[in-house]
T-cell receptor, first 110, second 118 residues
Framework: GQSLEQPSEVTAVEGAIVQINCTYQ??????LSWYQQHDGGAPTFLSY????GLEETGRFSSFLSRSDSYGYLLLQELQMKDSASYFC???????????FGTGTRLKVLA | GAVVSQHPSWVICKSGTSVKIECRSL??????MFWYRQFPKQSLMLMAT?????????EQGVEKDKFLINHASLTLSTLTVTSAHPEDSSFYIC??????????????FGNGTRLTVT
């Protein structure tokens, strides 16, 4: 089977740094993406890792370790608008399907 | 660019009826579109991969006779929920990417359809 596990909920205060982990087990792996989804809205793309290491995009960074089947999303200088659900997604090799993780609900407190 | 439009945004139907949801790529041609279902506070579950000009590929456990997918053109895929029941009530969302773009480019999502079956 395929599984992508994330913590269900994370709470932090404005200005803080938070890390959202993702461990995956899939039949084939091409890369790992991260998406943000506000309640009632569509997911929006945040980042993508195909190779091991850290990718930085503004306040958001994403890390991948293919050998450990693990990645994380790092959010810095948290803002209230960052309160949302965050999903990791594996792009499977061969079939090129996007399989989404269990999702992490981030609450940013004032 | 790369806009995906989904219609309707919400629909209420009676048990036993069928509902059609449209997903359009407005400014690009999409040979492949993905259909997801999302229950409240849960993940996006891939239902099927819609392929233009050929049959859709359904994920394990998804009834292809209940969730009919048609991808008749490069800009339109439709999902029809047949003989809907209350347990089919969910948020259905489609996605696509312009061809030729790498996976480091976004998967573009429609705004989703909230289906309520009474």
């Amino acid at each position: 089977g395929q599984s992508l596990e994330q913590p269900s909920e994370v709470t932090a205060v404005e200005g803080a740094i938070v890390q959202i982990n993702c461990t995956y087990q899939t039949s084939g792996f091409y890369g790992l993406s991260w998406y943000q989804q506000h309640d009632g809205g569509a997911p929006t793309f945040l980042s993508y890792n195909a190779l091991d290491g850290l990718e930085e995009t503004g306040r958001f960074s994403s890390f991948l370790s293919r050998s450990d089947s693990y990645g994380y999303l790092l959010l810095q200088e948290l803002q209230m608008k960052d309160s949302a659900s965050y999903f990791c997604a594996v792009i499977t090799s061969g079939t090129y399907k996007y399989i989404f993780g269990t999702g992490t609900r981030l609450k940013v407190l004032a | 660019g790369a806009v995906v439009s989904q219609h309707p945004s919400w629909v209420i139907c009676k048990s036993g009826t069928s509902v059609k949801i449209e997903c359009r790529s407005l400014d690009f041609q999409a040979t492949t579109m993905f259909w997801y279902r999302q229950f409240p506070k849960q993940s996006l579950m891939l239902m099927a991969t819609s392929n233009e000009g050929s049959k859709a590929t359904y994920e394990q456990g998804v009834e292809k006779d209940k969730f009919l997918i048609n991808h008749a053109s490069l800009t339109l895929s439709t999902l029809t929920v047949t003989s809907a029941h209350p347990e089919d009530s969910s948020f259905y969302i489609c996605s696509a990417s312009p061809p030729g773009q790498g996976f480091d480019s976004p998967l573009h999502f429609g705004n989703g359809t909230r289906l309520t079956v009474t």
